[in-house]
DNA sequence: TAGATTGTTAATCGATTAACAATC
DNA sequence: TAGATTGTTAATCGATTAACAATC
């Protein structure tokens, strides 16, 4: 909440104090230690006390933190308190299963609309939305204030698609595409790069075979 | 390749070495000095070569990187030289998308089966494969030298069918299930948490707004 | 008050960057 | 040989862990 930058690696560990935190807190536990949270977690207590001390004092000596207060706080840190309107572009194998995925409109972040430039599925019927034409995603952007696009197109169309984006007003892309987008530095990249993901697996597998 | 252990941040790293060094020779470059592969790829010079140099030298001095020769050597680090059978443990849409996917063949991954315990949809086809009831799971796994699991379940049922995973013998399994698994130290598992990825782009919208 | 546990400073560790000698 | 660029050592930077005083 104030001026410092916070470190990726910080940011990067909020989700998950999230999710073990939401778990807490269904069981209806009320406080928790750093100590308790470090050995649920596998991580230091160390770690998650300073951790925390980013954003300001969320506990307090002599008791621990108060689980659904934090949870809570954690939220408003990563914005999961506002809704969020998005768009996903490619209704192809992986934009159709996350336009179906429901999950995350529990969060806030809702799917309004679905592009791709394949006519053959203009039309089709993914939970709420149909397929519209690519055309279309400019005005529908402006139009339906929407914030963040899921890229699931290939990665030749991406870089073209996501200046169009930037140029129509977007905030943030979600990347599912296998390349490096060229945004200007104030619109928000996240990258999913799956084919990385199983390289590192892949390299898991290799070096346990080397031993 | 020597007994060193190499760090996460180095092996994280390689995947997007691989994926430049495999476009600058489709592009038919031959050499590249670690200068130039750092401004294309917006890193330093020094950690590129402090990279490489984790696996040994690959480089020449006064010349540079023979740029098809690393490509190649960087393969081999991530092993992606062995083909890799593997099956898909859940057929919802996250699961379909994946088991439709053709790209990851093209690496060697192979899907070979998938499963699912929901009833209306066995003898359902994607691609080459037929969904298959999850009692088959362990004896598929034996049978075909099945070496990666794809874990696209609910995150209630992933535990268990990680043990059942790793009591038929696989060697790695890669989580799309929002928990931590439990699994024996030589398992390797590579968590993809969409929705941790989704709370970071939040957080990056979240934190672009208080500016 | 005594005990517990945070918030925070100090120490350590590891990763990144800089510098340069080795060598092609 | 001279020029270029690696491989590698040294310096710096940042992140993690340890320690403890503050305080509930």
Chains 1, 2 share one sequence.
């Not at 977690?41 to 002599?62: C, E, L």
């Not at 299963?97 to 679905?114: P, Q, S």
């Not at 709420?128 to 995603?137: A, D, I």
Request: aromatic share 10%; hydrophobic share 40%.
């Amino acid at each position: 909440m104030d001026e410092r930058e916070i470190s990726q690696a910080v940011i990067a560990r909020l989700p998950r104090y999230y999710r073990y935190l939401g778990d807490l807190k269904d069981e209806g536990v009320e406080r928790v230690s750093s100590q308790e949270l470090s050995e649920l977690m596998q991580v230091t207590a160390s770690q998650i006390r300073q951790d925390f001390n980013n954003f300001g004092g969320f506990g307090q000596q002599g008791y621990g933190y108060n689980v659904e207060y934090l949870y809570n706080e954690i939220a408003k840190i990563l914005g999961l308190n506002e809704k969020h309107n998005l768009i996903i572009i490619g209704a192809g194998n992986l934009g159709r299963a996350l336009a179906n995925y429901m999950n995350f409109e529990r969060r806030g972040f809702i799917v309004r609309g679905v592009f791709d430039n394949n006519p053959a599925l203009y039309g089709r019927e993914l939970r709420r939305n149909t397929v519209q034409p690519m055309e279309k995603m400019e005005q529908f952007v402006k139009e339906h204030n929407i914030d963040i696009a899921v890229l699931a197109i290939p990665k030749d169309e991406a870089g073209n698609v996501a200046e169009r984006l930037v140029a129509c007003g977007i905030k943030a892309i979600w990347n599912f595409a296998h390349v490096d987008l060229q945004v200007p530095g104030d619109i928000v990249v996240e990258n999913v790069h799956l084919s990385d993901s199983l390289m590192k697996l892949s390299y898991g597998i290799a070096k346990r075979q080397r031993r």
